[in-house]
């Protein structure tokens, strides 16, 4: 496990490593400290690495073009996790104090290591901001105060799927009968969109399946046989990382499915996901949090003020805009826009996690906001409060055409008719099991 030290500072870029073990690393008290739990290491790398470029990429963005948030320079400090859930921790553990606020806020990157979290930020006053993973029940602000499922939850895609299957074929009326099976990582990230699908199985009369898949995810190939010779599904949705996704796809294409019956979760719709697949992945689709490419004004000052000077964190340029790239801008530009509306209330200086916490119920983004950003269409406006800790949920799906991922509709948003009772529904067992009161929401 390693600690990597970002230093950004105007003009100056400077990258240095340290084991995680006895790393001394020291941050000026007007310097606002930003503590990353990434993974570029491990099974699961080729996905963590370019989230972790976008996320860190941003921040190096506002030092060197901004100088910081409102005059507050920025130093991020990456812990390496390997998708570990017990090094995650031990992350989270090493950086929780450092700067001299401590961490303003934890992304974990991982539902296994937000699942182990969620007691610790309630205790530390730090706001764990999960972007389309983790616990789907802690949309409910009340008994989950310092956690955040902003833009959407597992949930809530899975509704989306199935909304998108209930179009294709002429209304939710058509999907009485019709078989819909679930491909998913066998952890709490996989497991998390199968309360959903079988509520609305019940609802629409489809049979769902359930096939789950081990860590890494190389073994599949039994599980093929079974849905392309056996159950002969309609559909089938993929909750997939790593290498599992890419070998889906391929196990799915030796035993003739079509691949663009197959609709994956947004972290089973990346470039290497399908690159690595080849031909096998032409047609397949993916649920998207955000569009992908660079021709964004946003993209374009990364390039021109980091990568035209060396000081880009990718390896290339070319790996600017990228479904995942994007993902970690997107979450980078949520925690920004949170430390700069808690520097508008208590001052522009570091700023603690419990005045983000304060920040992120009331948190904002117009689609005026986001154009002032450099990044209208990227993803939509988001907004939160109190109670609501998810926001819209919307999500669009994407379908691979052998060199990008092309939107197939608009973004789609879940129905939180259904979705908001059973957030809180789970959310109160939640709170009884751990002897929470839940707190009053104005």
Known sequence: MNIRKLKFGIGVATLGAATLLG????????TQFIGSLVYRTGPYAPGGIPWADGFSDYFRLLNERDGGINGVMLELEECDTAYNTDKGVECYERLKNKGSTGMPAVSPLSTGITYALLDRVVADKIPLITSGYGRADAADGRVFPYAFVLPSTYWGGADIA?????????GYGSLKGKKIALVYHDSAYGKEPIKTLETLGAQHGFELSL????????EQKATWLKIGRQLRPDYVLM???GVMNATAIKEAAAVGFPRDKMIGVWWSGNEPDVITAGQAALGYKALQMNRVGADFPLHKDIVKVLYDNGKGTASTPKDVGSAIYNRGIQSAIYLAEALR???????????????????LDRFSLTEERIAEIGVTGLFAPVELSCIDHQGQGQAMVTQWDG????PI???????????RPMYEESAAQYAKEKGITPRTCG
């Open 23 to 30: 790393a001394t690393a020291s941050f000026a008290a007007d």
């Open 162 to 170: 199935i909304h998108h299957i209930a179009d294709l074929e002429g």
């Open 211 to 218: 096939f789950p898949v081990p860590h890494p995810g190389l």
């Open 239 to 241: 909750w997939g990382w």
């Open 341 to 359: 509306t808690a520097m508008n209330e208590f001052g522009n200086k570091p700023v603690t996690g419990e005045q983000v916490q304060w920040a």
């Open 403 to 406: 060199k990008q991922w092309k």
């Open 409 to 419: 509709t608009e973004l789609i948003a879940p129905n939180m008719e259904m979705l």
